[in-house]
């Protein structure tokens, strides 16, 4: 597709179990962010990946959270044992390079996570 | 410490006036770029200005320019002529260089909510 693709746009668990979030970037797109966003407030940073590496990690809350990038393609967000704090709609975005350039982020629709 | 501030958690304008977005940041780099994103409630990310750290001149697209104030570290959004559809989250965002150049960060403030009254 054209633009950056989550799936799946909406995800119900119970608290407790596991969820896979999955991004797949714009292609040719090297630098890939993942991004929470609680109802009505900012982005929270989780993780960067620069190619399939992760240089910046600082974000994610929790050893619950893990994020994986193959191929230096599609990434995959992982919330272990979901609390109903993990609600929230999880933001994924891409861009051309990491560089300073006026590379732009290009967003995701977002995966709306609701945890009961 | 905040990388970015955004100080107005809510904006009201007329509609056809201008209004100014504030945005101020923190760095210790001298290269870095600024970023202005809007959100509608339908909840898209909409990118609407870069301006880089080196450019002499305030950054313009259409009805948006950047206010560009370096030795202030500030980066206010200014929109000219607001319409009913500007009404939207917007956010200012910076990108800077970490760890040896490897890390190049893309840090959000916490927005600013406008309201363009008819």
């Known amino acids: 597709g054209a633009g950056v693709s989550q799936s799946p746009s909406n995800k119900v668990t119970e608290k407790g179990k596991d969820v896979e979030l999955r991004c797949d970037p714009i292609?040719?797109?090297?630098?890939l962010y993942w991004y929470r966003q609680s109802l009505g407030q900012g982005l929270e940073f989780l993780i960067y990946?620069?190619?399939?590496?992760?240089?910046?990690k600082s974000g994610l809350p929790s050893d619950r959270f893990s994020a994986e990038r193959t191929g230096g393609s599609v990434s995959t967000l992982t919330i272990q044992r979901t609390q109903q704090e993990d609600s929230a709609v999880y933001l994924c975005?891409?861009?051309?390079?990491?560089?300073?350039?006026?590379?732009?982020?290009?967003f995701g629709q977002g995966t709306r996570l609701t945890v009961v | 410490a905040q990388k970015i501030t955004q100080t107005q958690p809510g904006m009201f304008v007329q509609e056809k006036e201008a209004v100014t977005l504030d945005c101020t940041y923190d760095t210790s780099d001298q290269s870095y770029g600024l970023f202005w994103y809007k959100q509608p409630s339908s909840g898209e990310m909409i990118f609407l200005i870069y301006q880089g750290s080196y450019d002499e001149q305030n950054a313009t697209e259409g009805r948006y320019s950047l206010n560009f104030q370096k030795a202030r570290k500030s980066a206010n959004l200014v929109i000219s002529a607001s319409q009913l559809g500007d009404s939207a989250m917007y956010f200012c965002a910076m990108r800077e260089v970490n760890s040896g150049g490897s890390n190049y960060k893309l840090t959000f403030g916490k927005g600013t909510l406008l309201t363009v009254n008819p």
């Open positions: 990946f620069q190619g399939n590496s992760a240089p910046d």
């Open positions: 975005a891409s861009s051309l390079g990491g560089g300073l350039g006026s590379t732009e982020a290009f």
């Open positions: 292609s040719g797109h090297t630098a």
